[in-house]
Nanobody
Framework: QAQFVESGGGLVQSGGSLRLSCTAS????????IGWFRQARGEEREGVSC???????LYAGSVKGRFTISRDLARNTVYLQMNSLKPEDTAVYYC???????????????????WGQGTQVTVSS
């Protein structure tokens, strides 16, 4: 059974940076498209970024140019580097894994079979 664990969340001031990690166990992370999603209190979950099995990436417009997704196959981990953070980035961030997609990834949460427990990111103004 594959498992995914997020870490790296915390409290940061506006303009600061955080790096989130999503570490896979049970199967190589390259076997999945990995997505980062977030859900703010009272809001719907939204896709933030994803990386396909072949390494293609996708970013939401609200984070493009500020967030970078990457993966370290030796550590079986996908990272989300978040720079120039804004208060509106405050949310619980989840990583999720999609076994079906090969060349592309998407922000359709229905396509993701495995989900981590989430990590809180709070950006103060």
């Amino acid at each position: 059974q594959a498992q995914f664990v997020e870490s790296g969340g915390g409290l940061v001031q506006s303009g600061g940076s955080l790096r989130l990690s999503c570490t896979a166990s049970g199967i190589p992370v390259v076997s999945y498209a990995i997505g980062w999603f977030r859900q703010a209190r009272g809001e719907e979950r939204e896709g933030v970024s994803c990386i396909s099995r072949v390494g293609g990436t996708l970013y939401a417009g609200s984070v493009k140019g500020r967030f970078t997704i990457s993966r370290d196959l030796a550590r079986n981990t996908v990272y989300l580097q978040m720079n120039s953070l804004k208060p509106e980035d405050t949310a619980v961030y989840y990583c999720a894994a999609d076994t079906a997609s090969l060349y592309a990834c998407s922000f359709s949460s229905n396509e993701y079979e495995y989900w981590g427990q989430g990590t809180q990111v709070t950006v103060s103004s």
